[in-house]
């Protein structure tokens, strides 16, 4: 049965899978939904049974019903191989009475690898299908780990450009030499004198900007997103949750049926939106639990049903969270809206109007399926210290915003039984300063490369790959702008007028 896609501010549009993945966002500036959300169809036995690669197939295949099977396995198995440090791609470690959901062994050892490896696939199978002659340029506003995991996705991959601006002084040292030094004759990588949400305001602008796609057009160019708003991203993030599920099953930590809580750590509302569609499929998911940095804007909106970004914007150890304007809570506002565009919309209109909306009562009923709280900088570090003595597990600061807000849970509703999975977003060796900080010791004088040597010995796990290869690496990109001069650089980049 076809799965279509319609967008969230305006359901007379309907397109396919590989359609939606093509254009990235919806017409008036929605994002795209499948009409409705197709069900888990293999039993939890066979799931069990299953490698990733397999798991990510059965998951897929009902969302990206426009794919031969082909085609899928070959965008699966390209993307989940020889790039991850291991064969399970995604394991779970368990650590005081949670399930750690590691989802950072791939290239650039953060949860963004996990759908990021696969996009460059599904898009240039999905501009194949649908007969796109125009190169695709993909224009990405990143806080820091979405830009060097799209690099590190699209460098080299033919028909293809990726032009990337990050947020200056909004992203770690380690992931800003990461991005700088991306290889690929086809990868930009700018510097803006702003913030994460002013990146991708001015992304959102040019995405729009009709007269800058007859431009491109005219020059064999189009544009399309790998921001998590793209549906691209989003499914192949459903397939982790499944995936562990099936796992504490086969271990027999759960009984078949059984429900398990999910915990994540939330910026942009992707990967837990991606939980709650799997929720949705069937998966045994009893708590969605929202977990937030000190820019707590979802905090508050599930306690309150206001959303409302008008505030100080933190700058916190958790920089890959720290965002006022979560793109993909929109779907989930679709949705308990009643699939209602019009209503959508003008919530939206309000979002960008005033900062602020509220949802109605009636919607508010259906989120009783999740759990809000946020940790503040002093818990996050906190978190990690206590893991790190009790257990000798290191967890990064994103992770440890989930860990603490999942004690909170568990004081607050004495839900103590309910096995959870904590999805696991960046390895600490990405946030090494702040990560060796919390565990204590003095380090202002060392390098973030010596830091990363003294946690490898204090966590007794090797450095990553990814760690080693940019020690040495030369700056390749060194493109600076103000937030106005965004749609200025890219013209220059695509060689416009
Ligand atoms: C992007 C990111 C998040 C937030 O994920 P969203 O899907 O945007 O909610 C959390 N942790 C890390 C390390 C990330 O890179």
């Known amino acids: ?36 959300l197709p069900k888990l169809t293999v039993p939890v036995d066979e799931l069990a049974k299953m490698s990733y690669q397999e798991t990510a197939y059965e998951v897929m295949r009902q969302f990206l019903t426009d794919f031969t099977e082909e085609e899928l396995r070959y965008c699966i ?32 050892i953060a949860f963004k690898d996990m759908a990021l490896s696969i996009l460059p696939y599904l898009m240039t199978t999905a501009a194949k299908k649908n007969q796109v002659k125009n190169d695709i340029v993909i224009l990405t506003a990143t806080s820091g780990d979405t830009g060097k995991a799209a690099l590190a996705g699209f460098a080299d991959v033919p028909g293809t450009k990726i032009i990337v601006f990050y947020p200056k002084n909004g992203v770690s040292p380690i992931q800003e030499k990461q991005m700088v030094t991306q290889k690929g004759d086809n990868t930009y990588v700018v510097g803006i004198h702003g913030n994460f949400d002013q990146a991708q305001t001015g992304v959102k602008q040019m995405f ?36 562990a599920y099936a796992k504490l099953y086969a271990e027999g930590v759960i009984k078949k049926d059984e429900k398990i809580n999910v915990v994540v750590p939330t910026g942009n509302f992707g990967n837990i939106l991606a939980a709650f569609y799997a929720k949705n499929m069937g998966l045994p998911i009893a708590k969605l639990i929202c977990a937030s940095n000190e820019n707590k804007v979802l905090y508050d909106f599930f306690s309150t049903g206001a959303y409302d970004k008008n505030r100080e914007f933190m700058l916190t150890s958790s920089p890959s969270m720290d965002i006022l304007i979560s793109s993909n809570l929109e779907r989930l506002i679709y949705r308990i809206a009643g699939d209602d565009a019009e209503k959508n919309a003008a919530m939206m209109q309000e979002l960008t109007a005033k900062g602020r909306y509220e949802i109605t009562g009636e919607m508010r009923a259906q989120l009783s399926d999740f759990y809000g709280n946020y940790a503040g900088e002093a818990e996050t570090a906190e978190t990690i210290r206590a893991l790190y003595e009790k257990t000798g597990y290191v967890i ?19 839900d103590t039984e309910t ?5 696991s977003t960046a390895s600490p060796f990405k946030f090494t300063r702040s990560v060796m900080d919390a565990i204590g010791g003095s380090h202002a004088e060392k390098t973030d490369f010596e830091l990363c040597d003294e946690l490898s010995a204090a966590a007794n796990v090797a450095v990553p790959r990814a760690v080693e290869e940019i020690r040495e690496a030369p700056v390749r990109h060194d493109t ?18």
């Open 208 to 243: 729009s900007d009709a007269a800058l796609a007859k431009e491109m057009d005219a020059a064999g160019f189009q544009f399309s997103s790998a921001n998590s708003i793209n549906i691209g991203r989003l499914v192949p993030q459903i397939v982790y949750y499944v995936y």
């Open 1 to 36: 049965m076809e799965l279509w896609y319609t967008g969230t501010r305006d359901t007379a549009e309907r397109v396919t899978a590989s359609q939606a993945i093509l254009r990235g966002l919806a017409n008036d500036g929605g994002l795209y939904v499948p009409t409705e």
């Open 480 to 497: 600076f702008c103000e937030t106005e001069e965004m749609p200025a650089v890219v013209k220059h980049i695509l060689g416009l007028a």
């Open 77 to 108: 198995n390209s993307a989940y191989d020889g790039k991850f440090d291991t064969e399970e791609i995604a394991p779970l470690a368990a650590a005081d009475g949670a399930y750690y959901l590691e989802l950072f062994h791939g290239a650039t």
């Open 396 to 414: 990064d600061p994103h992770t440890a915003v989930a860990s603490c807000v999942y004690q909170k849970y568990k004081n607050d509703t004495k």
């Open 419 to 423: 096995k959870t999975v904590i999805a």
